[in-house]
């Protein structure tokens, strides 16, 4: 296993962190629950392997994720991690819900502390909120009483927004979505990669595969890997990539079988800074441009069109029509679409006033392109 330093904090850290997410599951009941056995032993069989970063949070597998990473670290394993999970910031309401969550918190992962303790999900607005409520008092308070012993967030908004929550409190680590897809025009990016090494606070990966999607890739994107390194999995491309920069500390990666959890094992086993070749990384390059080759529409999400009259919201919609083609994934975009729908800010609501067209930079023909993801994703 390879570790790497988080170096304002003076640790090492496995380069391979247990994301706790996709736990196996099966029915009971008529109902989908964590295969809990299975679980335990993805969890140990990770640690015995060399994983020291385990990763969880209060509202994965319906609220119940926290209680089997519990039960899978008793019998010693939890002195063997640094343990982290994540404050439902999306659920706090008033300043003690603060302390209920984490006392609650604290039961079901059945330790007295926590390594790492992230504010979940951090968007601007969000962040506002929390502050209101007293979140980084709440956050020294328990460092003080040495009920956690470091403050994060995990992210989900713009750069703009990720610079203005990483400078505005004296945060320990931070956990971004980043992959080699999203390296420019998805949030934060390698600018926000960047700033986060600038500022010296350790960076934690998620969503390194995408939602899997980086794991299972086209077939004209397979053919560009294989002229490369035949035999290599997309998954070992995409982890190698993200392990080849320094300032990426720990990639989560969530398993759902033992054998999954061998072959994350045995990719991390070297996986390490400088992993890539010069022919390695121009290889990423152009599965890269395969992908984007894909697309349906060139918009770049710079939101120029927005705020849309009619509230459609432009770029989510151009987005979800793209990921349809560029991952062969249209059935799973169709549901994200129809969510777009439940908010009546998908395409149908435009009313073709063509203010949008005016300001787009690409010269994109907006209202034709609208109608046709419409048609396409309904």
Partial sequence: MQ????????????????????FPTIEIDGEKKVDIENAKNIVRRAIDGGVNYVDTAYNYSNKTNEIVVGEALADGYRDK?????????????????????FEEQLTKLRTDHLDFYLVHSLNRKSWDKMKELGIKEFLDGLKAQGK???AGFSFHDDYEAFEYIIRDYDWDMCQIQYNYMDTVGNAPGERGLRLAESLNIPVVIMEGLLGGKLAGVPNDVAEVFNSCRPGRSAAEWAFRWLCNDPAVCTV????TTPEMTDDNLRIFDSACVGCMTDEELDTVRKARDVYSARIKVNCTACRYCMPCPAGVD????????????????KSDVQWTYGRLLADKTAADACIKCGKCE????????????????????V
Avoid at 81 to 101: G, H, I, N, R, Y
């Fill in 3 to 22: 570790y790497r330093e988080f170096k304002k904090l003076g640790i090492k850290v496995s380069a391979f962190g247990l994301g706790c997410m996709r």
């Fill in 358 to 377: 005016k300001i787009c930079p690409q010269h994109i023909s907006i209202r034709e392109m609208l109608a046709a993801a419409h048609a396409d994703l």
């Fill in 148 to 150: 956690i012993k470091y």
């Fill in 81 to 101: 991690v640094f343990l982290a999970t994540k404050l439902p910031s999306f659920l706090c309401e008033k300043p003690e819900d603060m302390q209920a969550f």
């Fill in 252 to 255: 989560l990666s969530g398993v």
């Fill in 314 to 329: 432009i770029p989510r919609v151009f987005a979800a029509w793209n990921n349809a083609y560029k991952y062969d994934t």
